[in-house]
């Protein structure tokens, strides 16, 4: 399983192995009370209990591997700890077998030796397959990434120059120009019409106020300043409160790097602009988590679907977030929900 192929967060993923081992629990409860209100003889329960166990074990294992990328070594894959965990399950559950029915009719032959050496070899196999592999094919893709990912930052950021570019030299420019062109007529007529020149200076400050209006904007587009001085959650939730539909924020864990926490306030930005202006929706959820080195944002809503991956804004969205070695991933069917997924690493 990559990152690319779920959705689910790292803390819904261990919630389902709690979920599973609640079950196993309350079955085994179950099981173990029908013994003891019944014949109290030979524990019988043992057995289902041992074979409900198995599953759990794997699937807490998978879970762990699949969530903790520490807890895989160089050189190796999570595919090679997956196996290494379930072989020693497999292993451990045969041995389990002998032992209890040993109990029962005596210890004999211990024969889990042999299905536990079977699965050895083949981790072993596994193992050699893998040392043995050249890294080059490895490296060569890392390089191609990282190599696409920059050439894809240097875009995005000379557009965004030219944005900027444009929206001063449109904007603000032009209204400070006019600005300076209303005090200059002021002042040649304080003297002589000084109702015209009262009037000129209104026009000035009211051109003064959208000025700063539109520089706030601008600034807001490339890093808000309440990002920096009061971080992702009040940034988020300053974004919804101008949003023209009803948005959840849930903010969790701690603050990352500027880089890493500006990506993620702009991918949850792109997603609530998308949501009010194309989406149809009427209720946004926005939840960011930092767990395990990683930082994932994830934007849903309940509108028509159809978002299309390729689109300008989308498009810019995910070079900013492949620049800091990041996935981005959006799901949208037609019909809805649409999901926007951001994984981006912050150590």
Known sequence: MTDDDRLLSDAQLRHGVTVH?????????????????????????????????????IHAWVIEVVTRPELVPPRLRRGFMIQAGVSVALAA??????????????????????????????????????????????????????????????????????????????????????????????????????????SLLAEAREGTREALEELRDLARGIHPPILADRGLGAAVAALAARSPVRVDVSVEGERPSPAVESAAYFVAAEGLANAGKHARATRVEVRIVRSHGRLVVDVTDDGCGGADPSGSGLSGLRRRVEALDGTLLVVSPEGGPTTVRAEVPCE
């Open 21 to 57: 081992g609640i079950v196993v629990a309350g079955i085994s409860i179950f099981l173990t009370l029908i013994w003891a209100f019944t014949v109290r003889g030979y524990f019988w329960p043992m057995w289902p209990i041992l074979v409900l166990s198995l599953p759990l074990a």
């Open 93 to 198: 559950f045969l041995i389990l077998i002998w032992a209890f029915a040993g109990l029962s009719v005596g210890f004999v032959y211990f024969w889990p030796i042999w299905p536990a050496a079977g699965l050895g070899a083949a981790l072993l196999v596994h193992f050699l397959i893998l040392l043995g592999s050249p890294p080059d094919a490895e490296l060569e893709r890392r390089i191609e990434v990282l190599t696409t990912t920059r050439a894809g930052a240097v875009d995005a950021q000379e557009r965004e120059l030219r944005r900027i570019e444009r929206d001063l030299h449109d904007g603000a420019q032009a209204r400070l120009v006019a600005l300076g062109m209303s005090l200059g007529l002021a002042e040649q007529k304080l003297a002589t019409d000084p109702e015209s020149a009262r």
